[in-house]
């Protein structure tokens, strides 16, 4: 018997980001993965240390870990599309769940519950809010790097993106825009 999931997973590395954006730098969706997880233990342990919460970092890490998973089959849908009008982003959000439900399918019974509580994320939980928090200021980053690298296509997705974050009443989300995203427009000379 074999078992897709993971080289399914695998393949995230050849998921281009920003696909309707000119990037001085590619970015595809295991990196940002990778950096989304970042910071998503970063806001929990933030949340828990600074804030008295009590939320599950593990699980906030996995949400993380496993929230593009669907894109493997779907591909990233640019945000324009995506956010185009309600129907549409309903009609994505059913389209990226069965690509996941598809993708949980090629696991082993013993292990399908398991990854399914990840993939699937209770989105009302509020690890998963966390997750989210971390997923927008991923994008941010994205955007003050490419930026700093005198790529102006980024100006209004990055005032846009800004925007969101800055409504957010999250204390640890306001906790890293302050203290820990201002660090990412620093040189490796000036982080020294």
């Known amino acids: 018997m074999k078992y897709d999931f993971f080289a399914y997973l695998n393949r995230m590395k050849y998921i281009k980001r920003w696909s309707l954006m000119r990037s001085h730098d590619s970015e595809n969706v295991l990196e940002h993965t990778a950096q989304v997880s970042v910071i998503a233990h970063a806001l929990a342990e933030i949340k828990n240390k600074y804030f008295g919460g009590n939320v599950d970092v593990l699980k906030v890490v996995l949400y993380a870990q496993y929230h593009e998973t669907g894109e493997v089959i779907t591909g990233d849908l640019p945000t324009p599309i ?111």
């Open 82 to 192: 995506k956010y185009f009008n309600k129907e549409i982003n309903h009609a994505y959000k059913d389209i990226e769940r069965g690509a996941s439900e598809k993708l949980l399918s090629t696991l082993p019974e013993e292990l399908k519950s398991v990854y399914t509580q990840y993939v699937l994320a209770d989105e009302d939980s509020e690890e998963y809010k966390i997750m989210k928090s971390a997923d927008k200021i991923s994008a941010y980053i994205k955007c003050v790097e490419e930026i700093k690298s005198g790529n102006s296509e980024f100006k209004k997705a990055k005032e846009s993106i800004l925007k969101e974050i800055n409504k957010s009443e999250r204390e640890e989300v306001k906790f890293f825009m302050k203290n820990v995203a201002p660090v990412y427009l620093c040189s490796l000379d000036e982080l020294e």
